[in-house]
């Protein structure tokens, strides 16, 4: 069943056309994430579904029902914003309780919620409190408890994180995961930060200047991106980028700085026609020293800087004329300045055509 | 034992009576002098007796000291007509301060929010002209407001003489000619108006300050235009409010030019009876009377700042209203 059904909306300020004739249908119960880089209108399609801007054009309907024209209250959502946006004057239970009295809910039933709410997010012992005695972490579950104790259909987040410190972020991340599970809402999710987005979403639409550019899974999205602002966006570090040429003949081929990779075992998602290209390979599907035996392009390579982050090893290294990034395991012996032999499969580089910027 | 060359650690020792100190409590004491002297001079002058001021120390403590003085300014003195001092002012201003006052600020705190939170087409331009009303000068408007007020009684005249029959049933007086000018309620509009310009624009400055998504988020919970600005504005803005009435309260408690132009005798302010005692033409002039009659004018502005002077310092600087 289709909860939020956004129908060509159009959003203008003023003479600026922020979102243009964006179509999405979001399932019941489905974690979606809004993925986008700062200022590409985000927020702006938050607040047209909860109903916080008056669109231009098109039509949203929530549960079924079109709720172009509903307040904001009337829609069934409930929302999450970055800022918290407690109610300073009020405690805990009087920030939660403060829409249902707008709803003129008995007394009881109001209690009852609070008490519901405030157990799921354990904020039980802060009820009597002042948002300020609050740490962040605890503000964003109490602004969380706002949206939980009315019961809606759908939650929109505005990038609750992003005031936290990372440490924080990251339970509070698995928290809203484990919450998501429990409930079974709908769940709209607006961020920048690609991890958050990964790993909170069933489906991601990455937006660009107010129109997604890819609606897909995390997996598809990291596999297979669209085009050629998808591929950058996501990873990180961001995917290794050549321009080139392809050159099609018995077998077609990449042809980059003197190089020519065989595109054999490339899933072309169309048929091959020669001309400039790019070619994207990710930093952690670059292979290194012996793995790179038999692989379809091979080639000696120099390290610049090394970053070791634990888990894993950055390398920055370039080959004839060209920077890389390549992503090596947690405790490498390499160093900056020696010389080494990398290679990565045709089958794991994306193809763009140069362009188009779509996908090959 | 021998002071050794002391090695830096801890807090840097400070220099008690540096030459920059020394500048500073002297500048800050002479201008104390400056403000405070001509106090001193009023408050000793109003505790002595005719003779005694004859006889001219003008700094000297009085040596005999007497209340009669602020006796009869407060319930004696001759202003124009009648004899019954400045108490009749007293009530008569604080008649026009509290209406004055709650009407004002409840109007520009409502436009304010509205312009803040809720635009609607023209509300910039709207916000505009309301300030640009700040910069023309108010004697321009005198006149015309004048007569704005005579015909609005003539206006309302009908309408509110189509009530007599009821209240003539009920045994009440009925409404003759409705005079809003020269009348109380005329200079509580006055004021308002007056008010109007500045108040907004400090009230609109201080909710622009505060986060926008705490208005959204209390849409999103269903409350509506005077919900939000009851149960969410109102709380969170105390140290504004604040700073309104004390602007509001020291504005029209002060003001003589209005309490002239639109009211008529009975109703004169403190301030144009004090006028009215100070300026008399007629027997000697009694200089203790004088500055018992200024300092008691003056009080309730004096006791309003020094009640809540903090709260005042602390609105101006507002803005940085943290969650
Ligand atoms: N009230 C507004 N008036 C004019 N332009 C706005 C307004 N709000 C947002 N914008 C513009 O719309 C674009 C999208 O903003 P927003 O949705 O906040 O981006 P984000 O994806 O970072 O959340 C930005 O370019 C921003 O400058
Ligand atoms: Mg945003």
Request: hydrophobic residues 45%.
């Amino acid at each position: 069943m289709t909860s939020v059904s956004i129908r060509n909306l159009d959003l203008n300020f003023g003479a600026i056309n922020v979102l243009k004739n964006l179509n999405l249908e979001i399932e019941q119960g489905e974690f979606l994430v809004l993925l986008g880089a700062s200022g590409c209108g985000k927020s702006t399609l938050l607040n047209c579904i909860a109903g916080l801007l008056d669109i231009s054009a098109g039509q949203i309907h929530i549960s079924g029902r079109n709720v172009t024209w509903a307040e904001p209250s009337e829609r069934g959502i409930g929302m999450v914003f970055q800022s918290y946006a407690l109610y300073p004057q009020m405690t805990v239970e009087g920030n939660l309780s403060f829409g249902l009295k707008n709803q003129k809910m008995a007394r009881a039933e109001i209690q009852e919620r609070v008490a519901r709410a405030a157990k799921i997010l354990q904020i039980e012992p802060l009820l009597k409190r002042k948002p300020a005695a609050l740490s962040g972490g605890q503000r964003q579950r109490v602004a969380i408890g706002r949206a939980l104790v009315r019961d809606v259909d759908v939650f929109l987040f505005d990038e609750p994180l992003s005031n936290l410190d990372a440490k924080l972020r990251t339970d509070l991340r698995v928290e809203l995961k484990r919450l998501h599970q429990q409930l079974g809402n709908t769940m709209i999710y607006v961020t920048h930060d690609q991890v958050e987005a990964m790993t909170l979403a069933d489906r991601i639409a990455i937006m660009k200047d107010g129109i997604v550019q890819q609606l897909d899974s995390p997996e598809e999205i990291y596999l297979k991106p669209c085009n050629k602002y998808v591929a950058d966006f996501i990873g990180s570090p961001a995917m290794n980028l050549f321009k080139g040429e392809i050159v099609t003949g018995d077998t077609p081929g990449f042809v980059a700085n003197g190089i020519n990779t065989g595109l054999a075992g490339y899933g072309f998602e169309r048929p091959v026609t020669g001309g400039a290209a790019w070619m994207g390979i990710r930093p952690e599907h670059i292979l290194l020293g012996q793995a790179c035996e038999g692989a379809t392009v091979q080639t000696e390579a120099l390290v610049d800087i090394v970053e070791p982050m634990g888990s894993d090893t950055l390398l920055w290294v370039h080959s004839a004329g060209q920077q890389m990034r390549v992503r090596t395991e947690g405790q490498s012996k390499i160093k900056s300045g020696d010389r080494i032999k990398l290679g990565f499969n045709a089958a794991q580089a994306h193809l763009f055509d140069a362009t188009s910027e779509m996908r090959l | 034992m021998v002071d050794l060359p002391m090695e830096p650690s801890g807090p840097k020792p400070r220099v008690r009576l540096s030459r920059a100190n020394i500048m500073l409590y002297g500048i800050l004491l002479l201008v104390s002098l400056y403000y405070l002297l001509p106090l001193y001079v009023m408050v000793v002058t109003s505790l002595k007796g005719m003779p005694e001021i004859r006889m001219g120390h003008l700094f000297s403590p009085p040596m005999e000291v007497t209340f009669e003085p602020w006796v009869k300014a407060w319930s004696e003195a001759c202003t124009g007509i009648n004899c019954d001092g400045l108490s009749r002012g007293f009530w008569n201003s604080v008649r026009i301060l509290i209406p004055s006052v709650l009407v004002s600020i409840g109007v520009a705190s409502v436009s304010g929010y509205a312009l803040t939170n809720w635009r609607f087409k023209g509300s910039e331009t709207f916000f505009t002209i309301l300030i640009f009303g700040a910069f023309i000068p108010y004697q321009v408007m005198i006149y015309p407001i004048v007569i704005l007020l005579r015909e609005a009684g003539d206006l309302v005249t009908p309408i509110a003489q189509s009530a007599n029959p009821a209240l003539e049933l009920l045994g009440l007086e009925p409404f003759g000619k409705v005079r809003i000018m020269g009348s109380l309620s005329g200079l509580v509009f006055v004021h308002t108006i007056f008010g109007m310009p500045i108040l907004t624009l400090l009230f609109r400055n201080y909710f622009a300050s505060l986060p926008d998504e705490l208005f959204k988020a209390a849409r999103v919970d269903g409350a509506g235009f005077w919900g939000i600005y009851f149960r969410i504005m109102v709380p969170m803005s105390l140290p504004i409010f604040v700073v309104a009435i004390i602007l509001q309260v020291t504005g029209i408690w002060n003001d003589f030019l209005f309490g002239v132009i639109y009211t008529k005798p009975e109703i004169y302010p403190m301030t144009v009876q004090l006028n009215n005692i100070v300026n008399s033409v007629q027997g000697v002039k009694e200089y203790n009377v004088n500055m018992a009659a200024t300092l008691l004018t003056g009080l309730v502005p004096l006791i309003i700042y020094f009640a809540s002077g903090k709260l005042f310092v602390r609105g101006i600087a507002a803005g940085a209203v943290k969650g």
